[in-house]
């Protein structure tokens, strides 16, 4: 696996809340080679570009617009854009996690995505109000729009769908004028993505 950069840590740490305790669960699972160990055990490659698909995975579908530019994708990200606008930057992420209860679980998502931009945390009775319910390849998803109250103003757009025993997540994050001004595009987006099939059903219905 290739090293992530601080900013990327949220990509491949979800905190997961117990009966008993808290914890933090980090993905590690790399890319099975021929003869060879998944990482971490087998010596990583430095030539080899990082793995965004997981092996045997087939490929969603979806229209990328103009203004995103293909980027490498890290650990645990299926596929990776970036949005430069007029100096401002942001990063658009694709990734998808078991449906834990704490991966599933919108609050927590949205409590942890408030903290990155410097919000405070909201209890349920919010939860309505900051978030809107839209359809993502036919299955009701939760899209949040989240900007920072700092002077270098962050913003985040998100929206998290289940699809057969995963928690699928888009975000975008990173300088508010970029997010901003992508809101549109964000939202074409999901409505053109297609799940890839599943295995054994041609058309990818549950």
Do not use: C
Request: hydrophobic share 40%; no cysteine; net charge negative.
């Amino acid at each position: 696996l290739a090293a992530i950069r601080p900013g990327e840590l949220n990509d491949v740490a979800r905190e997961l809340e117990t009966e008993s305790y808290d914890a933090t669960l980090i993905d590690l699972r790399g890319n099975f080679e021929s003869g060879g160990m998944s990482a971490p055990f087998a010596q990583a490659k430095p030539t080899s570009p990082p793995v965004a698909q997981p092996r045997g995975a087939a490929i969603p579908r979806f229209d990328v617009p103009d203004s995103w530019q293909t980027a490498a994708p890290s650990a645990m990200v299926t596929e990776a854009f970036r949005i430069e606008n007029d100096g401002a930057t942001a990063d658009m992420k694709i990734s998808n996690f078991a449906a834990t209860p704490g991966m599933a679980d919108p609050l927590g998502n949205l409590n942890r995505w408030r903290q990155e931009v410097q919000l405070d945390p909201v209890d349920k009775t919010k939860l309505a109000e900051m978030s809107e319910e839209i359809q993502i390849d036919g299955r009701t998803a939760r899209l949040f729009h989240l900007e920072s109250p700092a002077a270098s103003s962050q913003a985040t757009l998100v929206a998290m769908v289940e699809r057969d025993g995963q928690m699928w997540f888009f975000k975008m994050k990173g300088d508010a004028e970029a997010v901003n001004a992508e809101q549109e595009n964000f939202r074409e987006f999901l409505a053109s993505f297609e799940f890839a099939p599943t295995k054994g059903n041609g058309n990818g219905d549950d």
